[in-house]
Every structure is written in structure tokens, then in C-alpha cells.
């Protein structure tokens, strides 16, 4: 068995044992309550070439990079993320990831939502700024996320963050308020 088979066993491990957590099950209800059921092979181990730990797929389902991903932590916090983005998909009949403003709002919510910008995870990638740590945290995925999206070039991902800021950070659905 080569390291990158080793490295997707694992992975799929890890996928099975995230779909027993609460977050990861409450998503995944509030998604089949919304008319989009995601069943156990909406979740793949990939081996990914780009520097991401995950990614969702609309009409596919979620990857999650083995090759980028060593703990169980890891994995359950890129579902989380990623589920976010599939429960956007479902409820947004018209949502379009070639625009700027849609992608950057689902970025919003799945960094803020999920959990990414917690202290801890923060501390443990050395941004230790003390003061509006998530929101800096926040801003700094999304537009790292959107520097993948080739419909959001140069100023377009800034500006459309803040365009949709207020009103994506404040949108907490399913969660009754950000976790």
C-alpha cells in the first residue's frame, strides 16, 4: 500500500467517524429537511493537488483531501465547513458561484459558522491578535478562498465581501445563532 493509499484509508476513516458528530449530524438533518438529503457517499477522500483541505461540489457532493488532512479534527471541521456550503446550495434556488458576491456570502457563513475561527485553531496557525479575531479571521479565509474562483480576480473578492458582509455574517441558518 503506497502512503497516498494509507493517506485515503485513513481519510475515509475519519469521514465515517465525522458523520457521528452532533454538528456534523444536525447539518446533515437540516439539509433533508430542506428537500436536499445528503447520503454517506456525498463524502469522498481525495488526493488533492492544491493547497485546500477540502471542497465542495454542487450536484456532487464534498471532498475531503486526504493528503491534506492528518487528524480527525481536521476532517469533522472541513465537513462542517463544507456542509454549510451545500445547506447554501439547497436553500438558494438561484445561487450562482460564478458570481463574486454569492461565493463570497457562502465563505462568510461556513468560516463563521463552522467553527474555522475558533481562538484555538487561530492560535494553533500563529495569528494571535487578540481583538475581533473571528471577523479578521473570517475576512481572511473568504478572500483566500475566493482567490481560487476565477470570477472574483483582482479587487472584485474585497469588494464583494464587503458588499455582502453584514448580511451574510448575521445569516446563522440552520443554527438559531453562530455556534
Known amino acids: 500500500m503506497t502512503e497516498n493509499d494509507k493517506a485515503l484509508k485513513d481519510c475515509?476513516?475519519?469521514?465515517?467517524?465525522?458523520?457521528?458528530?452532533?454538528?456534523?449530524?444536525?447539518?446533515?438533518?437540516?439539509?433533508?429537511?430542506?428537500?436536499?438529503?445528503?447520503?454517506d457517499n456525498f463524502f469522498k477522500a481525495i488526493h488533492c493537488d492544491k493547497l485546500q483541505?477540502?471542497?465542495?461540489?454542487?450536484?456532487?457532493?464534498?471532498?475531503?483531501?486526504?493528503?491534506?488532512?492528518?487528524?480527525?479534527?481536521?476532517v469533522t471541521q472541513a465537513i462542517t465547513h463544507e456542509l454549510i456550503h451545500a445547506f447554501d446550495d439547497c436553500r438558494g434556488a438561484n445561487l450562482d458561484w460564478t458570481d463574486c458576491a454569492h461565493h463570497a456570502c457562502s465563505e462568510i457563513r461556513a468560516a463563521h459558522l463552522s467553527g474555522d475561527c475558533h481562538f484555538?485553531?487561530?492560535?494553533l496557525r500563529g495569528?494571535?491578535?487578540?481583538?475581533?479575531h473571528e471577523q479578521e479571521c473570517v475576512?481572511?479565509?473568504?478572500?483566500?478562498?475566493?482567490?481560487?474562483?476565477?470570477?472574483?480576480?483582482?479587487?472584485?473578492?474585497?469588494?464583494?465581501?464587503?458588499?455582502?458582509?453584514?448580511?451574510?455574517y448575521n445569516d446563522t441558518a440552520p443554527f438559531d445563532r453562530a455556534p
Open 12 to 39: 475515509e476513516r475519519m469521514i465515517h467517524k465525522s458523520l457521528k458528530s452532533p454538528i456534523v449530524k444536525f447539518l446533515r438533518e437540516h439539509l433533508d429537511k430542506s428537500g436536499c438529503p445528503v447520503q
Open 53 to 74: 483541505a477540502s471542497g465542495y461540489i454542487p450536484g456532487e457532493g464534498i471532498a475531503v483531501c486526504g493528503n491534506r488532512t492528518q487528524m480527525q479534527d481536521e
Open 139 to 168: 475576512k481572511r479565509r473568504v478572500l483566500t478562498s475566493l482567490s481560487s474562483n476565477s470570477f472574483c480576480s483582482g479587487s472584485t473578492a474585497k469588494d464583494s465581501m464587503e458588499a455582502v458582509w453584514d448580511v451574510c
Open 120 to 123: 484555538k485553531r487561530e492560535l
Open 127 to 132: 495569528f494571535l491578535t487578540v481583538r475581533a
